[in-house]
């Protein structure tokens, strides 16, 4: 599993998703498709896209990852999980696929997300990349339109490390004829998917630009709305949506499709908010936020082992308090090795065994300075740091969050 081992984990082909769909009858070309990679954003772009058809009337599927609490996260009809029962019977049934292919942890999880939308029949199924977009497993669809939001650093070692390779791969999703969307993408990484786009004479449109009302917090926000307008429009033939409903959907996208993780307010007083944005484009977006709060800030951050924290830690705003946790998974950094990142920028950092040690650290800091109105809590740096954030708070282990 790349989520807990990384690298290794990695399967840089797509034998092994198109044979086990050729022997589950091909269910991906059972039913109409959006598929959504980049760097950043691809996430809340599913999830836009989700609560715009589901506020239309439509069945929905939606395939994302990583989860942060439940396997079944990943894998939603209308916002709702699929079943436990669905999981254990799907898997039991392929058993023998497995051990003749071995496919990888994720390919078997595309497999079993395109198996539910096709036995539940859905009228569009939004699909989300893991990685990249060329050897994703989820490359194997065609889809109405394509949707690449943002291009920027992170998976070095495995897209490539210059914007321009990982453009390149992140177009690779890009189909004959197929409209492509593309986000806020510098001109060089976008020339890149533009070329691609000519050689497959798929028509490319630039996102939506302007500002709409939503429940998701955050200006960069406003770019995958605008990504998923602009596909919602040139899809008005396959599934006609209503304007009405459709801005009613942004209202309520978290509700809708039960989204959690990104900019997501947790407290008052202090404000205590967790973001999942762990890479270099996404730690200057949310730097750019928090700047905005003009709020006294203090962090708790943890990271995974392969993050480069030198070019992540310049870009975070000041603080008057960083508490450093390693996440609960193989792949998190020992506290003490992310100190020692921090100290070689001249930062002090205090290290804590657990998160909810360094969470009671941190607020009681707060508490003594007297000025909880005044505050700012974040934690980031990792989804597996905020799974294990909501873990404790729906186990009722952080009393003062919401």
């Known amino acids: 599993m790349y989520q807990r081992i990384g690298i290794s984990a990695f399967k840089k082909d797509l034998t092994n998703i198109i044979e086990l769909c050729d022997a589950l009858g091909n269910p991906q070309k059972k039913f109409k498709t959006i598929h959504i990679a980049g760097t950043n954003g691809k996430g809340s772009t599913s999830h ?8 239309n009337g439509y069945k929905v599927g939606l395939y994302t990852s990583p989860h942060l609490i439940d396997f079944r996260e990943r ?18 049934s392929i058993a023998h696929l497995i051990a003749k292919i071995q496919p990888s942890f994720f390919e078997i999880t595309v497999a079993m ?20 977009g060329r050897l994703d497993s989820t490359n194997i669809i065609t889809p109405l339109t394509s949707i690449i939001t943002s291009i920027g650093y992170d998976h070095k070692d495995m897209l490539g490390d210059t914007l321009e ?5 992140k177009a690779g999703i890009i189909k004959e004829r197929a409209p492509l969307v593309t986000g806020n993408i510098a001109a060089s990484p976008l020339s890149v998917i533009q070329q691609k786009a000519k050689e497959l004479n798929a028509p490319i449109h630039s996102y939506t630009d302007t500002v709409y009302s939503t429940d998701l917090k955050g200006e960069h926000q406003q770019w995958n709305i605008g990504c998923a307008i602009k596909s919602v429009s040139l899809n008005q033939d396959h599934l006609p949506t209503d304007e009405i409903k459709t801005y009613q ?8 499709t039960s989204f959690e993780g990104r900019w997501q307010e947790l407290a008052d007083k202090p404000l205590v908010i967790c973001d999942v944005g762990h890479n270099e484009e996404g730690i200057r977006l949310l730097a750019a936020e928090i700047a905005k709060l003009r709020l006294n800030a203090y962090f708790v951050l943890g990271f995974v082992s392969d993050k480069d924290l030198n070019a992540i830690i310049p870009l975070l705003p000041p603080t008057h308090f960083i508490a450093l946790v390693k996440p609960e998974v193989i792949r998190g950094m020992d506290a003490t090795e992310a100190q020692k990142s921090f100290q070689r920028h001249g930062l002090e950092t205090s290290t804590y065994a657990n998160l909810q040690d360094a ?34 708070k729906q186990h009722h282990k952080l009393p003062w969050m919401k």
């Open 113 to 132: 997300a395109f198996s539910y939308f096709a036995e539940q029949n859905v009228d569009i199924a939004i699909i989300e990349t893991g990685l990249g």
């Open 249 to 256: 959907a942004l209202l309520t996208i978290c509700k809708l």
């Open 48 to 55: 836009i896209l989700s609560a715009i058809y589901q506020n």
């Open 359 to 392: 969470l009671k650290t941190t607020y009681e800091l707060i508490e003594k300075s007297g000025a909880l109105d005044k505050s700012l809590l974040f934690i980031g740096g990792s989804n597996f740091l905020i799974a294990d954030l909501l873990l404790l």
């Open 75 to 92: 894998i939603k009809l209308n916002g709702e999980m699929c079943s436990k029962e669905f999981v254990i019977s799907f898997t039991a």
């Open 165 to 169: 390779l990982i453009a390149g791969e």
